[in-house]
């Protein structure tokens, strides 16, 4: 092995490396399976932002723990966290969409300068929402590969 405790061409795995790399992509796919479900359940029954929430914070740091597992090294020095932030953003705006017409926002509204009174009303969020969560997808995603272009030099 060499002195930053990472494998190296040619040394073998022993059955405690291959079990620990199985668990953690049990990890990644029940936990993520299950946060998804329960997102979904949850929005389904009515707490949009709790679900959106599950999703979130389930994927996120299902990703973190099972691609701790998975490395050579016990460390969150090989990209996990930037994974784990990658695939959380892309579930939560995939989520987004599969509710947007279920995501509202009060809009306060002044009908004329003149007027004091205002209304609240209740909209549809949809095209904001996607407008901006999908620039902060782009720059993620973008980031991701960067990094990974930049460290691989």
Known sequence: ??????????????????????????????????????????????????????????????????????????????GEFRKALTISIISI???????????KADVLIDATKNVTVSSVVTTNIVGGVFDNLWAVVLVIIGFYFASRAIEKK
């Open 1 to 78: 092995m060499t002195g930053d405790d990472s494998k190296t061409i040619g040394e073998e795995y022993t059955k405690i490396d291959y079990l620990r790399k199985i668990s953690g992509l049990v990890v990644i796919v029940v936990f993520s399976i299950l946060s998804i479900y329960l997102g979904f359940s949850a929005a389904r029954n009515g707490d949009i932002y709790g679900g959106l929430g599950i999703v979130g914070f389930g994927t996120f740091f299902s990703m973190l723990i099972g691609t701790f597992l998975i490395t050579d090294r016990w460390e969150l020095a090989d």
């Open 93 to 103: 705006y995939f989520f987004s969409m599969a509710f947007a017409n279920q995501i």
